[in-house]
C-alpha cells in the first residue's frame, strides 16, 4: 500500500471554476502535510503547507481531516495560470523518517479558457 | 541568494554505464536530500545527506550511492545503469535534518537508453 495516495486525474476546467484536490495517507501518526505545484518537468515548488485548522492563501484552502486521514486543496476562481500538476506530500514526523516526504504521484489540473 | 542548483541539466547514458549527479544546496542550508521522479509519477526518497553522513535511506538498491562534501554539496552517483533508472532526480535542500520545508533544485532528467 501507498503512503500517499492521490487521484492522478486529468482536470480539465474552465477558468473561474472552483476545482478540488483530495489526498489520503496510509500512516495515522504523520505529522506534516503539503501541497507542492509542480510545472512541466520543472521542480515541485510549495503551495502551501496544511494545518488540523485549515488555511487559505489568496484562492487556495487547505484542509486536513485526520479522522479520516485525507487533505484537500480547493482552488476557487481558477485561472490559466493554474494549470499544473498538484502534489501533496507527507511527512510521518518519526525518528527514522524525520525531514523525509512522501509524496502522491500528483493530480493534473488544465486550466481552459 | 542562490538556490538549489543542480548539474548537469540533462544526461544520457547507456545500460550498464555510471552517472554523477551535482547538487549545491541554498545558501545557509546544510542538508541534502535526493528523490527520483519518473514520469508520470510523484518523487521518491532516495537518501538525505547530513554532517557528511547518509542519515536516511528510501527504497533504492545499492548501485545508488551518494556523498556530501564539507561545504554542504552533494553528488548522486549510480552504477550499471538500467532503462528504469531514466526519470529526473531531484535535489533538496534544507536548514536541517528535521526541516520539513524543502526546496528543490530544477533537477536532472536522465535518459539510460
Redesign the interface.
Known sequence: RKE?E?D?GPFNVPEGATVAFNCTYSNSASQ?F?WYRQDC??????LM?VYSSGNEDGRFTAQLNRASQYISLLIRDSKLSDSATY?C?V?EGRG???????????TQLTVWP | DAGVTQSPTHLIKTRGQQVTLRCSPKSGHDTVSWYQQALGQGPQFIFQYYEEEERQRGNFPDRFSGHQFPNYSSELNVNALLLGDSALYLCASSLDRVQEKLFFGSGTQLSVL
Open positions: 500517499v492521490q492522478p506534516s503539503f518537468r520543472k521542480e515541485p515548488k510549495l503547507s502534489l506530500a511527512n527514522s523518517t524525520l525531514g523525509r516526504l512522501y509524496f502522491g504521484r500528483g
